[in-house]
């Protein structure tokens, strides 16, 4: 699951609800299951702060090449 953050998306309690549910089946079962996705300037939530996330805010390339090599 990517979970894209922004400002927008962590007001949202339905957004994090989802990575929530996704972030602690990831711990039970042992593998990366969460894969944040840095869009705009934000708070990154404790709980994802030391997940490698891929950053969109300044190289979108850059942003899509981390991603892509994330999901291999």
Aim: hydrophobic share 45%; with cysteine; proline share 3%.
């Amino acid at each position: 699951m990517a979970v894209v953050l922004s400002e927008n998306a962590l007001d949202s309690l339905w957004v994090e609800r989802e990575w929530q549910a996704k972030y602690w089946r990831e711990i039970v079962e042992k593998r990366v299951m969460v894969l944040p996705v840095l869009h705009r300037d934000c708070t990154i939530p404790t709980l994802l702060a030391t997940k490698r996330y891929a950053d969109f805010r300044s190289d979108y390339r850059l942003g899509l090449q981390h991603l892509l090599a994330a999901l291999k």
